[in-house]
Structure formats: C-alpha cells, structure tokens
C-alpha cells in the first residue's frame, strides 16, 4: 500500500510563504510523476503543479509566478513552494502521485492552507 506523508499546511496573512511537502513511500524508480491539487469549499479540485520523472513542470495560470514544485534528489519527495499567498488560494491541499508499470494514481489525506486577507 502506498503512503503520501503531507505536511506544511497552515494559517498565513496575504502576501506570505508556505511550504509544502510530500513524502511517498515507494521508490523513486516507479514513480511516473508527482504534483499538487487544491481543492476549495464547493469548487472541483484542480490541479496546482506537477512534476515529471524527467523534472518538466506543469502549473496553474493562477500561480505561475508564485509557485515553485521540486522534489528532493532521492526523486519520491515533492516540494510546494507557495510566495505571494492571496485569500484565494485558500483551499485544502492534495499530493498526487502516479506510480507503477501499468501506472495507477495515489492520493495524500490533504493539507489545508488558509490565506487571511
């Protein structure tokens, strides 16, 4: 069974820094690619920014410019990087992570990150 360990969510004021983590407990030779989604209260959840196996980055229009995805060099830890907090990106924050052969999709628990205007 495959465990994503979240951690770094808080309370922040506008304009302020967080940084998230994820951990995953497989080996970073199955992992196809890792990212972060939010979801917000009654919005669907969507994606923030992933990161493939070959460190191409995907983002957000929302965040671009304010957000930065890293992983560690072991390969099975993410980094969210979130500058410039704003009220909206107030939401509870969700690791993914596809793994596997035949690819399957993990989830973390989530973390909530509230951003006080």
């Known amino acids: 069974q495959v465990h994503l360990t979240e951690s770094g969510g808080g309370v922040v004021q506008a304009g302020g820094s967080l940084r998230l983590s994820c951990a995953a407990s497989?080996?970073?030779?199955?992992?196809?690619?890792m990212g972060w989604y939010r979801q917000a209260p009654g919005k669907q959840r969507e994606l923030v920014a992933s990161?493939?196996?070959?460190?191409?980055?995907d983002y957000s229009d929302s965040v671009k410019g304010r957000f930065t995805i890293s992983r560690d060099n072991a390969g099975n830890t993410v980094y969210l990087e979130m500058n410039s907090l704003k009220p909206e990106d107030t939401a509870v924050y969700y690791c993914?992570?596809?793994?596997?052969?035949?690819?399957?999709?993990?989830w973390g628990t989530g973390t909530q990150v509230t951003v006080s205007s």
């Open positions: 993914h992570l596809r793994w596997g052969y035949d690819p399957m999709d993990s």
């Open positions: 497989v080996s970073a030779q199955i992992i196809r690619g």
């Open positions: 990161i493939d196996t070959g460190g191409s980055t």
